[in-house]
């Protein structure tokens, strides 16, 4: 069946430092990937998406590309910020399905 | 900003008591799921719903029930809550894109149970 694998955590950067969260999956059709940012005490939003290969979805800096050949969706960001501290998840939807599917998630901290 | 509410925001329980976590959407939405989050982060789907009238269980099983009567409406129930009950529960509902899959999730800020 179909799955979403990232990077455990947790990644801890300094304010200013580069990010990249990998994320790979495994689907037997042509699913549409997410990113969603968890932010403490709060419920999950949508950071970014990406519907098709080779597309780019990007949000508050932050990007991915959807990699058919290696079925990869990796989260980067120039330039983290102590707010960016959060829990990340990768994620996949496919067409005719009712299900999304996550990633175990990946805890960001920032230091000032 | 999303338009789905969940409450209560947090709820501290004895063993036994019968308890009802309250969803609400104004989207529209068709599909609307429960999710209960473990403190590892990972999330576990325990229900989902097509549309009205429509519940299916998910992948992690639950001793909690749904109910669908209104599109907007999808409470969660514990008829006799454990400690092992204590979670977060996230809901969410969601539209479909273009591409026929299902669309950007919509969460509510979540429900932390607690029972004693």
């Known amino acids: 069946g179909d799955s979403v694998t990232q990077m455990e955590g947790p990644v801890t950067l300094s304010e200013e430092a580069f990010l990249t969260i990998n994320c790979t999956y495994t689907?037997?059709?042509?699913?549409?990937l997410f990113w969603y940012v968890q932010y403490p005490g709060e419920g999950l939003q949508l950071l970014l998406k990406a519907t098709k290969a080779d597309d780019k979805g990007s949000n508050k800096g932050f990007e991915a590309t959807y990699r058919k050949e290696t079925t990869s969706f990796h989260l980067e960001k120039g330039s983290v910020q102590v707010s960016d501290s959060a829990v990340y998840f990768c994620?996949?939807?496919?067409?005719?399905?009712?299900?999304?599917?996550f990633g175990a998630g990946t805890r960001l901290f920032v230091k000032a | 900003e999303a338009d789905i509410y969940q409450t209560p925001r947090y709820l501290v329980i004895g063993t036994g008591k019968k308890i009802t976590l309250e969803c609400s959407q104004t989207?529209?939405?068709?599909?609307m799921y429960w999710y209960q989050q473990d403190p590892g982060m990972e999330l576990h789907l325990i229900h989902y719903?097509?549309?009205?009238?429509?519940?299916e269980k998910g992948d992690l099983s639950s001793e909690s029930t749904v109910s669908r009567i209104r599109t907007e409406h999808f409470p969660l129930t514990l008829e006799s809550a454990r400690p092992s009950h204590t979670s977060q529960y996230l809901c969410?509902?969601?539209?479909?894109?273009?591409?026929?899959?299902?669309?950007?999730?919509?969460f509510g800020e979540g429900s932390r149970l607690t029972v004693l």
């Open positions: 689907a037997t059709g042509y699913p549409s």
């Open positions: 994620a996949l939807s496919e067409a005719g399905g009712f299900k999304t599917i």
């Open positions: 969410a509902s969601s539209g479909e894109l273009a591409t026929g899959a299902t669309g950007e999730l919509f």
């Open positions: 719903s097509y549309g009205v009238n429509s519940t």
């Open positions: 989207m529209g939405h068709d599909k």
